[in-house]
């Protein structure tokens, strides 16, 4: 532990019982050869208001290495607080050279108790983002939106470090006072490529050890470490190199009792403790058993071979059949000119097979006319929901093999994402993301999960569900009407809407864009808890449309509603009349009065931003009239400023088809 021993300065550790001065020296914890690997601590940045708005504390740490780098894949980013966000850059503090690297991420939430206490850390009072690769010189810059001013009561701070992933778990206790000031952080670390040392008795410079050693250099090419090889021990630096380990005195090798252990130079052998020769006889009657053996055995392989050929030659059929070569061809073409990964796979039925344990019988979720959905687990732990399907058009397949492509490509929080398909089988299988919670319509019709299905929740999945609808008519690269909206179709994950089940969509060519559709959707039985169609109900009460539409006429809009959602303390009352209206228009049997997607989705948004600022409500209503008059001059661009807190990507990628957000009179 002296500049003597240290190899330079680098590398220079200093033995002291003082504690290190903030941003000149670091507290090493470990160190470790083999992972080449060293545990600091590092300085917990702060950004800390008072309740008059007045900033009492920030700081922001910096590291500056030259031997160490940040380890990617040991470390995390992690920032807490309820109005909060930070960066981790790869400069110097105070340095004016444009940063390589800068990532981070942003944490909210308005009242202590909606953040989570089960330790995750996703974005509600903690987030959390891993280290890019090779980060050497690093600052923690940390940030408050409105200076806590919301949540100054509970949330003072804005805390932002990076700490190695086994050491940190989140509390909500610590939005009041993290109280650490460090925390463990894991850095690799190596040899600049310069740098050899001098072997004593040849005066010749290397930059390992003479024998037995590997250099291995690290992706930039600029560092190295050395280790031993297998069978080898020692320190690899050293100019004696690494020593070779005598496995059969140390016990380490698999040799029997009847067996002689054998040391050879990196590794052992096992020879036989007694050698005999075989007599001619047995030596004839061990050949002849092998003989037979090999007949039993050659014979049954053959005919396997021979089946498995045809099985292949059957699968391959299938494949072309199915547009096998279309679509390969396309995903082909699709990743050379977006150089994507996010394009889908063409999965084996093999590993289909795998994934349903043979589609066996506990695997199935879901079963109609159109066929059976298997949960499946692929090799890499993913769950995936697998749709088999029964009947497959041959006339169809160009298009079959279009839809694929394009909405393999979707990438929606509000869609469950297609994964891929399978080509093999006579009929084709298509592998979508798993969602465990079931479909809307379990939630709706079921009286236990109903009474958990709040105004709020329902208004959010009818919000989200027009959303991703005027997604898919106007932002996809080809606009796609899904043609079959209906309560089973939308499945539920932590009450977030997730649009499924595309089997009857259909691609809309970019001249055929004022297309309108017909579509079954879920605004009337969110409203009502009822079914569309119900023979059990009297006969002026079976269709929910007309049910609704004359509630509404008769002004008994809250003997339909179910009951429950409507809550006077919460004071939503007006809300449910105005979706109830806008459902009305919805149900309007001329197609030019009724609403495009675009205006429901805005008008349910606006609803739900209405619900969670009720302060603002007025503000908001002027705001959002001035908004529609102007969406009927321009209907392309729709500022941020003017339109509140409403997502400008959502708003821009709205266009006018009209998709018309109801329940059609026939309950389709």
Same mark, same amino acid.
């Given at each position: 532990?002296?500049?003597?021993?240290?190899?330079?300065?680098?590398?220079?550790?200093?033995?002291?019982?003082?504690?290190?001065?903030?941003?000149?020296?670091?507290?090493?914890?470990?160190?470790?050869?083999?992972?080449?690997?060293?545990?600091?601590?590092?300085?917990?940045?702060?950004?800390?208001?008072?309740?008059?708005?007045?900033?009492?504390?920030?700081?922001?740490?910096?590291?500056?290495?030259?031997?160490?780098?940040?380890?990617?894949?040991?470390?995390?980013?992690?920032?807490?607080?309820?109005?909060?966000?930070?960066?981790?850059?790869?400069?110097?503090?105070?340095?004016?050279?444009?940063?390589?690297?800068?990532?981070?991420?942003?944490?909210?939430?308005?009242?202590?108790?909606?953040?989570?206490?089960?330790?995750?850390?996703?974005?509600?009072?903690?987030?959390?983002?891993?280290?890019?690769?090779?980060?050497?010189?690093?600052?923690?810059?940390?940030?408050?939106?409105?200076?806590?001013?919301?949540?100054?009561?509970?949330?003072?701070?804005?805390?932002?470090?990076?700490?190695?992933?086994?050491?940190?778990?989140?509390?909500?206790?610590?939005?009041?006072?993290?109280?650490?000031?460090?925390?463990?952080?894991?850095?690799?670390?190596?040899?600049?490529?310069?740098?050899?040392?001098?072997?004593?008795?040849?005066?010749?410079?290397?930059?390992?050890?003479?024998?037995?050693?590997?250099?291995?250099?690290?992706?930039?090419?600029?560092?190295?470490?050395?280790?031993?090889?297998?069978?080898?021990?020692?320190?690899?630096?050293?100019?004696?190199?690494?020593?070779?380990?005598?496995?059969?005195?140390?016990?380490?090798?698999?040799?029997?009792?009847?067996?002689?252990?054998?040391?050879?130079?990196?590794?052992?052998?096992?020879?036989?403790?007694?050698?005999?020769?075989?007599?001619?006889?047995?030596?004839?009657?061990?050949?002849?058993?092998?003989?037979?053996?090999?007949?039993?055995?050659?014979?049954?392989?053959?005919?396997?071979?021979?089946?498995?050929?045809?099985?292949?030659?059957?699968?391959?059929?299938?494949?072309?059949?199915?547009?096998?070569?279309?679509?390969?061809?396309?995903?082909?073409?699709?990743?050379?000119?977006?150089?994507?990964?996010?394009?889908?796979?063409?999965?084996?039925?093999?590993?289909?097979?795998?994934?349903?344990?043979?589609?066996?019988?506990?695997?199935?979720?879901?079963?109609?006319?159109?066929?059976?959905?298997?949960?499946?687990?692929?090799?890499?732990?993913?769950?995936?929901?697998?749709?088999?399907?029964?009947?497959?058009?041959?006339?169809?397949?160009?298009?079959?093999?279009?839809?694929?492509?394009?909405?393999?490509?979707?990438?929606?929080?509000?869609?469950?994402?297609?994964?891929?398909?399978?080509?093999?089988?006579?009929?084709?299988?298509?592998?979508?993301?798993?969602?465990?919670?079931?479909?809307?319509?379990?939630?709706?019709?079921?009286?236990?999960?109903?009474?958990?299905?709040?105004?709020?929740?329902?208004?959010?999945?009818?919000?989200?569900?027009?959303?991703?609808?005027?997604?898919?008519?106007?932002?996809?690269?080809?606009?796609?009407?899904?043609?079959?909206?209906?309560?089973?179709?939308?499945?539920?994950?932590?009450?977030?809407?997730?649009?499924?089940?595309?089997?009857?969509?259909?691609?809309?060519?970019?001249?055929?864009?004022?297309?309108?559709?017909?579509?079954?959707?879920?605004?009337?039985?969110?409203?009502?808890?009822?079914?569309?169609?119900?023979?059990?109900?009297? *006969?002026?009460?079976? =269709? !929910?449309?007309? $049910?609704?539409?004359? +509630?509404?006429?008769?002004?008994?809009?809250? &003997? /339909?509603?179910?009951?429950?959602?409507?809550?006077?303390?919460?004071?939503?009352?007006?809300?449910?009349?105005?979706?109830?209206?806008?459902?009305?228009?919805?149900?309007?049997?001329?197609?030019?009065?009724?609403?495009?997607?675009?205006?429901?989705?805005?008008?349910?948004?606006?609803?739900?931003?209405?619900?969670?600022?009720?302060?603002?409500?007025?503000?908001?209503?002027?705001?959002? *009239?001035?908004?529609? =008059? !102007?969406?009927? $001059?321009?209907?392309? +661009?729709?500022?941020?400023?003017?339109?509140? &807190? /409403?997502?400008?990507?959502?708003?821009?990628?709205?266009?006018?088809?009209?998709?018309?957000?109801?329940?059609?009179?026939?309950?389709?």
């Amino acid at each position: 532990m002296s500049k003597n021993c240290s190899l330079n300065d680098n590398f220079f550790i200093n033995c002291s019982k003082s504690t290190p001065i903030y941003g000149e020296n670091i507290g090493v914890t470990n160190i470790s050869t083999d992972p080449h690997e060293m545990t600091i601590m590092w300085y917990v940045a702060k950004d800390c208001y008072n309740e008059s708005d007045a900033r009492v504390w920030r700081n922001k740490p910096w590291l500056k290495f030259r031997s160490l780098s940040i380890s990617s894949s040991k470390n995390k980013f992690v920032v807490i607080g309820c109005d909060s966000y930070a960066y981790l850059q790869d400069k110097e503090e105070g340095m004016q050279k444009e940063s390589n690297v800068s990532m981070g991420c942003m944490s909210f939430c308005n009242d202590k108790d909606d953040v989570p206490d089960d330790g995750s850390c996703s974005g509600i009072g903690c987030c959390q983002v891993d280290i890019p690769k090779g980060l050497k010189n690093a600052t923690i810059l940390p940030y408050s939106f409105e200076n806590h001013t919301d949540v100054i009561k509970f949330n003072p701070c804005t805390y932002a470090f990076v700490v190695e992933r086994t050491q940190f778990n989140f509390s909500r206790n610590f939005l009041g006072n993290f109280s650490e000031t460090k925390m463990p952080v894991v850095v690799d670390w190596a040899i600049d490529n310069k740098t050899e040392t001098r072997e004593a008795s040849s005066g010749k410079y290397t930059k390992c050890g003479r024998d037995n050693t590997i250099l291995e250099f690290t992706p930039d090419g600029l560092q190295y470490n050395c280790k031993c090889k297998k069978g080898y021990r020692g320190n690899a630096y050293l100019p004696a190199g690494c020593t070779d380990i005598d496995e059969c005195n140390s016990g380490d090798n698999n040799c029997t009792k009847d067996q002689i252990c054998d040391n050879t130079p990196g590794s052992f052998t096992c020879k036989d403790r007694h050698r005999q020769s075989y007599s001619l006889i047995y030596k004839i009657v061990i050949a002849a058993a092998i003989g037979v053996i090999a007949l039993f055995i050659c014979v049954p392989w053959l005919y396997l071979v021979l089946k498995k050929r045809k099985l292949i030659q059957l699968k391959e059929k299938f494949f072309r059949q199915n547009g096998g070569l279309i679509l390969r061809q396309k995903l082909s073409g699709d990743r050379d000119q977006y150089n994507s990964n996010e394009t889908a796979k063409i999965f084996t039925e093999e590993e289909l097979l795998n994934a349903t344990l043979k589609y066996d019988d506990t695997r199935i979720i879901g079963q109609g006319g159109f066929g059976t959905v298997y949960k499946g687990i692929l090799p890499d732990n993913r769950i995936v929901a697998i749709k088999k399907s029964k009947l497959m058009d041959q006339n169809q397949i160009e298009q079959f093999i279009n839809e694929v492509v394009v909405l393999s490509q979707i990438n929606h929080r509000n869609v469950v994402k297609l994964l891929g398909c399978c080509l093999e089988t006579q009929v084709p299988s298509l592998v979508y993301e798993f969602v465990p919670n079931g479909t809307l319509s379990d939630h709706i019709h079921d009286k236990e999960k109903s009474c958990k299905l709040v105004w709020e929740i329902r208004l959010r999945i009818a919000s989200e569900t027009a959303e991703v609808l005027s997604y898919l008519h106007s932002a996809a690269s080809t606009p796609i009407i899904h043609r079959d909206v209906k309560p089973s179709n939308i499945l539920v994950d932590n009450y977030t809407a997730k649009v499924s089940d595309f089997g009857a969509s259909r691609l809309v060519p970019q001249d055929q864009i004022e297309l309108a559709t017909m579509v079954q959707v879920v605004l009337v039985e969110l409203l009502t808890g009822k079914k569309a169609i119900c023979f059990e109900r009297p *006969e002026a009460e079976r =269709s !929910l449309a007309m $049910h609704f539409l004359s +509630s509404m006429k008769r002004n008994e809009l809250f &003997e /339909i509603v179910e009951s429950g959602i409507v809550k006077e303390d919460f004071g939503n009352k007006e809300q449910v009349e105005e979706v109830a209206r806008l459902a009305r228009r919805c149900l309007n049997v001329n197609g030019e009065e009724r609403p495009t997607m675009k205006e429901v989705a805005m008008e349910l948004e606006g609803l739900r931003r209405m619900e969670k600022h009720p302060w603002a409500n007025h503000e908001y209503l002027v705001k959002f *009239e001035e908004t529609e =008059s !102007l969406l009927a $001059h321009d209907q392309t +661009s729709i500022s941020y400023k003017d339109m509140g &807190e /409403i997502s400008s990507a959502n708003i821009a990628s709205y266009d006018t088809v009209r998709d018309n957000f109801f329940i059609d009179f026939n309950g389709r």
